[in-house]
């Protein structure tokens, strides 16, 4: 498929991220020609590689309740952490996506957070504000990666629709690394709705049993899944 238009590398600068007790050096990436928000590259040195494979990427979505303030109603903030850890050894990109609550807004995602202390979990909450479950389109995060010259990943997510976006839009994801599952009471309920909408959780870490409607489809077949580390 042919690469799709738009997405140019703009400012870059080099900005050291704590880790631990230390820093790692990272290179922040902003772009022109996306949908307008101010999306951004991080690009990870990590130890030396063999160029000839794959480069290894996580797509975050922002999250600021849980990437900023460390809230425990998701797994966000713990999801970031780890991919900063392991691209900081391995070497990568990081492309943090401006699509709060996956891409409702903020105001919005907090007036979903209403509705689920009433019982309704995150996907039918935001029907019920008349927005859809999940508002994201990942071509941008392919327009950033083609931007970058960089085609051929290892994808760390646990989300088949980002593996079957990016392949759509010309990207060869070559493999997919599974993140971790972060489970804590406040956010066993979002988890569980995650796995009923197709996420590759292990359902035995939330204590339920796999949703009988995912069996072994498609979706969860796009690629090989290699085990955390």
């Known amino acids: 498929m042919a690469e799709i238009p738009g997405g140019a590398c703009r400012a870059r600068d080099p900005v050291p991220i704590t880790i631990g007790k230390g820093q790692a050096p990272a290179e922040f990436i902003g772009f022109d020609g996306l949908d307008g928000a101010e999306h951004i590259a991080i ?12 480069t290894l990427v996580r797509l975050h979505s922002e999250c600021l309740t849980g990437d900023t303030f460390s809230s425990t109603r998701c797994d966000c903030g713990q999801q970031l952490a780890e991919a900063i850890e392991q691209l900081t050894e391995e070497g990568g990109v990081l492309l943090y996506l401006r699509q709060e609550g996956r891409g ?3 105001y919005s ?5 209403r509705l689920q202390d009433r ?15 999940d508002a994201r389109d990942f071509n941008l995060a392919a327009q950033m990666l083609f931007a970058l010259k960089v085609n051929r990943i290892r994808l760390m997510t646990n989300n088949p629709d980002k593996v079957a976006q990016l392949r759509a839009a010309g990207i060869e994801v070559a493999e997919v690394r ?14 569980q709705a995650k796995l ?3 996420h590759l959780l292990d359902a035995r870490l939330l204590g339920v049993s ?3 409607k995912l069996g072994a489809t498609a979706e969860t077949s796009l690629a090989k899944v290699l085990p955390y580390g």
């Open 119 to 133: 019982g309704i979990d995150t996907y039918a909450a935001n029907r019920q504000l008349g927005l859809p479950e």
């Open 109 to 113: 995602k907090l007036e979903a957070y």
């Open 43 to 54: 690009r990870f040195a990590g130890r030396p590689r063999d160029v000839s494979q794959p």
């Open 196 to 198: 009923e909408h197709r």
């Open 210 to 212: 796999s949703p009988a």
């Open 178 to 191: 599974r993140t971790g599952v972060f489970v804590t009471d406040a956010n066993r309920a979002y988890l």
């Open 104 to 106: 409702i807004g903020l």
